[in-house]
């Protein structure tokens, strides 16, 4: 390969791994807000690595509460959904945090 196209090559990469935002960065520049569909809070991870994107990651509906649990598999952020439905698409944001204690101590607080 020539020298040209590895430089390209390697730029490209170097681009695509920095251009990809986190759950972190998105939370820190207050893209995410309480009140927010679920839809789009999908929305806004499109940029993110796989890991770090909750609706790719673990879902848990407390039927009792219509309440979401979603968090993505690197597990670094939590976000908990009200007015949720059992297939885990719909809802709006309550609560986001990085603990996962604090998450289900909020659940259970909640009549």
Known sequence: MSKIKQL???FLVIFI???CASSSNLYNTGQIRIGQSFQSICNL??????SSDPCYGEKSFFSDK?????YP???SMYFIFSEANSSGTSGK?????????EATFFISSLN
């Open 8 to 10: 390209t090559c390697f």
């Open 17 to 19: 791994l920095t251009s």
């Open 45 to 50: 991870f499109v940029d993110v690595y796989i």
């Open 66 to 70: 219509q309440l979401l649990l979603v």
């Open 73 to 75: 598999s690197d597990r």
């Open 93 to 101: 944001l309550i609560l986001m945090t990085r603990s996962l204690e």
